[in-house]
C-alpha cells in the first residue's frame, strides 16, 4: 500500500511539475481550415495553425477517409495546448498522414478527465509513417498516447518516433491504457519501425511504447526507452494483451525484433522489463530488455506473467541491471516457456546480435558508439540531428547501494527528489560528471531534476 500511494505521489507531482510550464490558450481558437477542400483527397500543410485546423474539421464530422496529409515543414505546437485529432469513436481520423521526417515539436496535451488522448485520439483504418515528435507533454484520463491514443481496425504505424516525451494518465482497472507511443492496438492493427525516448506514468495497462494490443496485432523493429511507473500491468515495451471477444482463432498478437531499454516500476502486479502481462494469443520473438524492475506480485525481468496460449521465442534479459533472476515472473498454467538472462558484457557482443537475428541477417546489428553498445535495429532511421540535451545528461548506474554518476554537457543544477515530491539535496554540476553519495538514502526510487535554463530533464535511479 505503501509503494501504491508513493506512485499516486509522484504522479501527481510529476503532474504539477509539467502543468507549471503549460500554455493557456488553445489551438483551436487559433486553427487555420482554409486549406481545406472537400473535393480534393491530397493535401500539403506547412504551418502549426493549419495542422490545429485538421483538428477542428475531424471535429465536425470530416474524418478524411481516403484523404492524405503531407508534412512539408517542421512543425512548433508550443504556443498553445493540442486538442486531440479524432476526439471520440464518432469523430475519428480515418486517413493518411504522413510526416516526411519533418519535426512536430512542443506538443502540450493538458486534459485529465479525458479519454482517447494524444496528438491523435481516435482513429480507424488510418495510417501514419515518416513523422518524429520532439518533447511532448500529454496528459490524460484514459487511452492516452503521445502519437496515437488508439489505433483502432487495420491503422498502421511505421517510422514514427517520439523523443523526449511525458505522457501521464489516471485510468485504473475501470478504464487504463497508456502508452508512450500509442495507448491501444486494436483490431488488425500495427507497429512497425517505430519508437519511443522518454517517461510514461499511469495507471494499469500501461506499457513504454504500447499500453495494450488485443486483436491480432503487431509490434515489430521497435523499440522502447526512459522509464515506465504504473500499478498493475506494467511493461517496458507492451503493458497487455489479450484475444477478441468472444474468443477467435488466428487473432494472435505479435511482438517481433524489438527491445525496450526502459526502467520500470509497478505497484501491483504482472511487472515486467518488456511486458506486463501477455494474457491469451501472444508471440513474442528475438526481442530483449535491459531495465531495471521493480513489483509485487508476478513480476518478471522480462515478462510479468504469462496466461495461456503465449509463445515466446529467443527472448532476453540483462541478469545483472534488471535486479532480477526470474525472466518470467509466473506463468498460469504452469509452462516450460523460458527467457534467456544475459550478462551486460555478453548483450554487447556480434555473438548475441547473432542469436537475435535468428534466421535473418540484416534485422539486428552493433555499433559500440550507439545505444550504449547494445543491439539496434538496421533499419531504424531516426533523421533528426539534435536531441542531445536529454539523451546526453545521464544518471548511471541506474541502481545502486553506494555511488552514482550525474554526467552533463554544461554547467547543470540538480534538485534529487522522492517520490513525494520532497527535496532532498540540491547542487551543480560544474564539470562533466560528479559522484554523487547515496548510501545515506533509505531504499527506493528518487527522482533528480536538472535545470539548464528553463528546461527541466528529469531522470530517475534506485537506491537499492
Not at 493538458?110 to 507533454?137: C, H, Q, W, Y
Not at 546480435?353 to 550507439?370: G, K, Q, R, Y
Not at 554547467?411 to 559522484?435: M, P
Request: one cysteine or more; proline letters at 3%; aromatic letters at 10%.
Amino acid at each position: 500500500m505503501l509503494k501504491k500511494l508513493l506512485l499516486i505521489t509522484c504522479v501527481l507531482f510529476m503532474n504539477q511539475l509539467i502543468a507549471q510550464d503549460l500554455p493557456e490558450t488553445d489551438w483551436t481558437d487559433y486553427a487555420d481550415t482554409s486549406w481545406y477542400d472537400a473535393s480534393l483527397n491530397d493535401f500539403e500543410i506547412d504551418n502549426a495553425e493549419g495542422f490545429a485546423g485538421l483538428s477542428v474539421l475531424v471535429a465536425n464530422g470530416e474524418d478524411f477517409e481516403n484523404k492524405s496529409i503531407r508534412l512539408t515543414s517542421n512543425l512548433d505546437l508550443g504556443e498553445h495546448l493540442w486538442q486531440p485529432i479524432g476526439l471520440n469513436i464518432e469523430n475519428s481520423f480515418k486517413g493518411e498522414l504522413d510526416g516526411q521526417d519533418h519535426v512536430i515539436s512542443n506538443l502540450y496535451i493538458n486534459m485529465p478527465t479525458s479519454d482517447f488522448v494524444g496528438l491523435f485520439g481516435s482513429v480507424l483504418s488510418a495510417s501514419f509513417k515518416n513523422l518524429i515528435i520532439e518533447k511532448a507533454r500529454v496528459y490524460g484520463q484514459s487511452t492516452v498516447g503521445a502519437l496515437v491514443a488508439n489505433l483502432s481496425t487495420d491503422s498502421h504505424i511505421d517510422n514514427c518516433h517520439v523523443v523526449e516525451g511525458y505522457v501521464l494518465y489516471d485510468g485504473g482497472w475501470d478504464g487504463g491504457i497508456g502508452g508512450g507511443l500509442v495507448g491501444g492496438l486494436l483490431t488488425g492493427s500495427s507497429v512497425i519501425k517505430s519508437s519511443f525516448s522518454g517517461e510514461v506514468h499511469g495507471g494499469d495497462q500501461i506499457g513504454g511504447l504500447v499500453g495494450t494490443a488485443w486483436d491480432t496485432t503487431l509490434i515489430e523493429e521497435s523499440y522502447s526507452e526512459g522509464l515506465v511507473v504504473g500499478d498493475n500491468i506494467v511493461g517496458g515495451l507492451v503493458g497487455y494483451c489479450t484475444w477478441n471477444f468472444p474468443p477467435m482463432p488466428n487473432t494472435t498478437n505479435i511482438l517481433r525484433n524489438s527491445y525496450s531499454r526502459a526502467d520500470v516500476v509497478g505497484s501491483g502486479i504482472r511487472v515486467g522489463g518488456l511486458y506486463g502481462a501477455p494474457e491469451i494469443n501472444a508471440l513474442i520473438e528475438n526481442c530483449y530488455s535491459t531495465g531495471s524492475v521493480d513489483g509485487v506480485e508476478d513480476v518478471g525481468a522480462s515478462i510479468g506473467e504469462v496466461i495461456q496460449e503465449t509463445e515466446v521465442i529467443n527472448v532476453y534479459f540483462n541478469n545483472e541491471t534488471s535486479l532480477i533472476e526470474d525472466g518470467i515472473g509466473s506463468s498460469n498454467p504452469e509452462s516450460d516457456l523460458e527467457v534467456i538472462g544475459k550478462t551486460t558484457e555478453e548483450m554487447k557482443t556480434n555473438d548475441f546480435v547473432a542469436l537475435l537475428n535468428a534466421d535473418s541477417e540484416s534485422i539486428w546489428t552493433i555499433d559500440p558508439n550507439e545505444n550504449d553498445g547494445y543491439p539496434i535495429l538496421s533499419n531504424i532511421t531516426l533523421n533528426v540531428n539534435d536531441f542531445e540535451l536529454d539523451s546526453t545528461i545521464k544518471v548511471y548506474p541506474t541502481a545502486s547501494s553506494s555511488q552514482i554518476y550525474f554526467n552533463a554537457p554544461l554547467a547543470t543544477e540538480f534538485v534529487i527528489l522522492d517520490y513525494e515530491g520532497k527535496t532532498l539535496d540540491h547542487g551543480i554540476i560544474s564539470s562533466e560528471e560528479i559522484n554523487y553519495d547515496v548510501s545515506h538514502l533509505q531504499n527506493g526510487v528518487y527522482l533528480v531534476v536538472f535545470k539548464i535554463d528553463e528546461l527541466k530533464v528529469i531522470k530517475r535511479f534506485i537506491k537499492k
